[in-house]
Antibody
Framework: EVQLVESGGGLVQPGGSLRLSCAASGFTFSSYWMSWVRQAPGKGLEWVANIKQDGSEKYYVDSVKGRFTISRDNAKNSLYLQMNSLRAEDTAVYYC?????????????WGQGTMVTVSS | AIRMTQSPSSLSASTGDRVTITCRASQGISSYLAWYQQKPGKAPKLLIYAASTLQSGVPSRFSGSGSGTDFTLTISCLQSEDFATYYCQQYYSYPQTFGQGTKVEIK
């Protein structure tokens, strides 16, 4: 079964850090671009970042540039999001999603999401 | 960033109705448009990509059309399991952006 499972969410104070993980199974992880997409409570979807198959290219939405870092470990079939200098507006459910084999594509597989709450 | 605007923001409909949701891009995106369905507490599900291509396993009552700046998602005969929120997404350029969503509610 093709599956993405996120972990690592939780409550963190403003200015703090958190590392999210996404474990992939059921497909050849190293063949796909991968993304993080977030959804603030009661709000719509916002693409956060994506990464090329070999990790050589990474793209970010402006609001997280310089604070978040996307990475992957193809040997472990895992995607990561290191989040630093967290702000209240980063509070959201974070989903990992499978892109296609090209940089820009629809997201055909999604994880169940992990909640990140930034609050003092 | 390309702005995606959906209309309406919400609608009430009955089982069996034909429902149409529109999505407008602030600039041309060719056919690089996807539609997603999201139910409360669940992850989004891909319905349509490339503006009109049905994702595998999605019922044929869903269809998409359009190119350039104007797009449409149609549900030909609304079923009880279709009550959800629908989002369009452009993947023509970075940052990939979503519409604000259209909530389809039971009349």
């Amino acid at each position: 079964e093709v599956q993405l499972v996120e972990s690592g969410g939780g409550l963190v104070q403003p200015g703090g850090s958190l590392r999210l993980s996404c474990a992939a199974s059921g497909f050849t992880f190293s063949s796909y671009w991968m993304s993080w997409v977030r959804q603030a409570p009661g709000k719509g979807l916002e693409w956060v970042a994506n990464i090329k198959q070999d990790g050589s290219e990474k793209y970010y939405v402006d609001s997280v540039k310089g604070r978040f870092t996307i990475s992957r470990d193809n040997a472990k079939n895992s995607l990561y999001l290191q989040m630093n200098s967290l702000r209240a507006e980063d509070t959201a459910v974070y989903y990992c999603a499978r892109d296609g084999t090209y940089a820009l594509d629809a997201f055909d597989i999604w994880g169940q999401g992990t909640m990140v709450t930034v609050s003092s | 960033a390309i702005r995606m605007t959906q209309s309406p923001s919400s609608l009430s409909a009955s089982t069996g109705d034909r429902v149409t949701i529109t999505c407008r891009a602030s600039q041309g995106i060719s056919s690089y448009l996807a539609w997603y369905q999201q139910k409360p507490g669940k992850a989004p599900k891909l319905l349509i990509y490339a503006a009109s291509t049905l994702q595998s396993g999605v019922p044929s009552r869903f269809s998409g059309s359009g190119s350039g700046t104007d797009f449409t998602l149609t549900i030909s005969c609304l079923q009880s399991e279709d009550f959800a929120t629908y989002y369009c997404q452009q993947y023509y350029s970075y940052p990939q952006t979503f519409g604000q969503g259209t909530k389809v509610e039971i009349k």
